[in-house]
């Protein structure tokens, strides 16, 4: 009975439904919170949850990682693409540079206004 909890289109499925009830997490974070800390951590909660979907598709039980070792000798039907990782590792890269930069944006639009709630901002001067 347990031996078909370790099948690729289980983990498959446990993985989809996981990384949809991040998503919506993040999402419901998004639409639902004002300020602007909270609404950038909730985008990098829906991109993990991207990160995790992505890869976890791609994995497959009883692979190995194309890395040097004595596998890569008889590379053959038993390695992983290493493709897809590596994809995500530089989106990770990217995605911390992005959330870093607008969360410095944050930090400094806080010090100038003393207001990081969004339904507050009016610089523009329409409130006026």
Known sequence: MLSSLNQTPFLHGVIT???FTILMIGLIGVLTKRNLFKIFLSFAIIETSLFLYFIGMHFEI?????IVSSEVKRFSLN???PIPQAMILTTIVIGIAVLSLGLSFIINYFKLTNNMRVDEMNELGEGK
Do not use: N
């Open 62 to 66: 009883g692979k190995t990682a194309p």
């Open 79 to 81: 390695m992983t693409d």
């Open 17 to 19: 439904i996981g990384s």
